[in-house]
């Protein structure tokens, strides 16, 4: 396991996302009301840049006729075919136990760690770094 | 724009490439904005026109691949290099096979369809099969509104020998069976000029149109999948008219129907046939031959059943290799990649879908 420096918590506020090149890998990184996940970016499907969809809420599974909005903010959307992935866990919506992304473990630090990996990155330590174990 | 050739040697390695690459026969260009298309039309039409398209059933999602925004803005699918780089150069692509949509079926009036067609036909050839064309990888359609046949062989005939054009299109949205002689002089023009027939879904239902279903379908989800019941009936038809007995040279190209129908649609044709055919006398085999000779299908959205060997023998069904051929979508939602559509296939079918079946159609280089 090795930890690569995203970079400082004030670059990823709630709701906004970083794609990073990380051990020639593109992944998402994600704010979602104040905690941090990571996702591949490459849809198990068909390969689309998927940390590039929209990400909004869902409607929840329901009885026929009836709507029920939620998850604000915690759905990611493929932006080719618009399959739905849950941001915090990597599992798509529609079968959340056979299909799903690849997901990082994403920790915030109050100072840099030695063992880090950093390419050239300016780092400021107050408001904690986002770093991601892969 | 790359640069042109430099030496002899440059010029044959780019025409070795272009001999292998991919064939992807459903490809949409889209207008910069409404005027491009506007300024092309004459008065009263020029006023008219706003760009309409179906007024319901579209996407409630995304209509079009989020990423396909160009760099320098506009809509999708409106930036012929930014499709370059997306789409012909990521996957090796030699020939985009290039379809507008412009609706134009729709409308009630048949010189107003015909002037939104004609208009976009100067459009895709100015700037799409001229223009931006300097490797030729853009083929174009001809557009023909259905609502007045005449008027439609006139656009055939205005656009027929152009060196970029491939095929003529139209709407799988009509108001009668494809098989009905209203539609002869179209096919008798598509044939004279050795230029297949392309069909493409999206306004079933919309303007003078009928739907496929017995009503009004209530979803998007409902109206799209039920559109390659549209194609399913317009072959029956064409088929069962005797249409490739009356034009033996037409060719039809289904695109965006679906394909996994085809096998068994042609069982039970062909099982009623034995039983009818003094009622349809003029077909001399059965329906299913003609299919071989004349019809190929475009393979988006191709369906993804979760065993791939059930998908391998539907293939083998419907005789894959001869009557397929690759298309991606691109720009719209439902893309098909090139690299990612399909299970492995053996090499001789891929190569048959993605490549040599629509060079033989089109003719080109092979």
């Known amino acids: 396991m090795t930890r690569h420096l995203v970079g400082p918590v004030s670059e ?41 969809g929209s990400i909004g809420g869902t409607a929840a599974t329901s009885r026929p006729g009836e709507y029920t909005w939620g998850r604000e903010g915690e759905i990611l959307r493929c932006p080719w075919h618009g399959w739905e992935f849950d941001i915090t866990t990597g599992r798509s919506v529609f079968n959340p136990h056979r299909m799903k992304v690849r997901s990082y473990d994403v920790t915030v630090s109050h100072e840099l760690p030695d063992d880090v990996e950093i390419e050239m990155y300016p780092v400021e330590v107050e408001d904690g770094l986002v770093l991601l174990e892969i | 724009m790359s640069e042109p050739a430099t030496s002899l040697a440059e010029a044959r390695e780019a025409d070795a490439e272009r001999r292998q690459g991919i064939v992807d026969v459903d490809v949409h260009p889209v207008p910069s904005s409404v005027d491009e298309i506007r300024e092309r039309m004459p008065m009263p039409f020029r006023d008219r026109y706003q760009g309409e398209r179906r007024s319901f059933f579209n996407n409630p999602v995304h209509g079009s691949r989020l990423d396909a925004v160009p760099p320098d803005g506009g809509p999708k699918g409106s930036d012929p290099e930014f499709m370059r780089r997306q789409l012909i150069d990521e996957y090796g692509v030699a020939y985009a096979i290039l379809v507008s949509r412009t609706f134009c079926n729709i409308h009630p009036d048949p010189d107003y369809a015909a002037a939104i067609a004609t208009a976009f036909n100067e459009w895709l050839v100015e700037v799409w099969l001229t223009e931006h064309n300097h490797d030729g990888a853009f083929k ?38 494809f098989g009905q002689r209203y539609y002869y002089p179209i096919y008798e023009a598509c044939e004279r000029h050795g230029l297949p027939l392309s069909v493409h879904p999206g306004t079933e239902g919309m303007g003078i149109n009928h739907q496929p279903t017995p009503g009004y379908p209530t979803h998007y989800i409902e109206w799209h999948c039920a559109m390659s019941l549209a194609f399913q009936a317009h072959l029956i038809s064409i088929l069962t008219e005797g249409v490739f007995e009356r034009y033996p040279g037409l060719r039809l190209v289904l695109v965006e129907g679906g394909v996994a129908w085809l096998a068994p649609l042609l069982w039970r044709l062909d099982s009623y046939w034995k039983a009818l055919r003094s009622e349809v006398p003029w077909l001399r085999k059965p329906p299913s031959e ?35 051929m690759f298309s991606s979508d691109y720009p719209h939602w439902d893309f098909d990649s090139p690299a990612r559509a399909f299970p492995r296939l053996d090499d001789d079918v891929r190569e048959a879908i993605f490549s040599t079946n629509a060079r033989e159609l089109y003719q080109l280089n092979q």
């Open chain 2, 140 to 177: 174009g359609s001809i557009t023909i509104a259905q609502q007045d046949p005449a008027r439609a062989v006139e656009e055939i005939e205005r656009w027929a020998g152009h060196e970029h054009i491939v095929q003529v299109t139209m709407d799988s949205g009509a108001r009668m069976p």
């Open chain 1, 12 to 52: 990823l506020p709630p709701g906004s996302r970083k794609i990073v090149e990380v051990a020639g890998r593109s992944i998402g990184v994600f704010n979602v009301a104040g905690s941090f996940y990571a996702l591949r970016n490459s849809c198990p499907h068909q390969g689309a840049p998927l940390c590039l």
């Open chain 2, 290 to 324: 003609y299919v071989a000779d004349h019809v190929r299908l475009g393979t988006q959205p191709l369906e993804r059943p979760d065993d791939d060997a059930q998908l391998l023998q539907l293939m083998e069904m419907m005789d894959a290799k001869r009557v397929l």
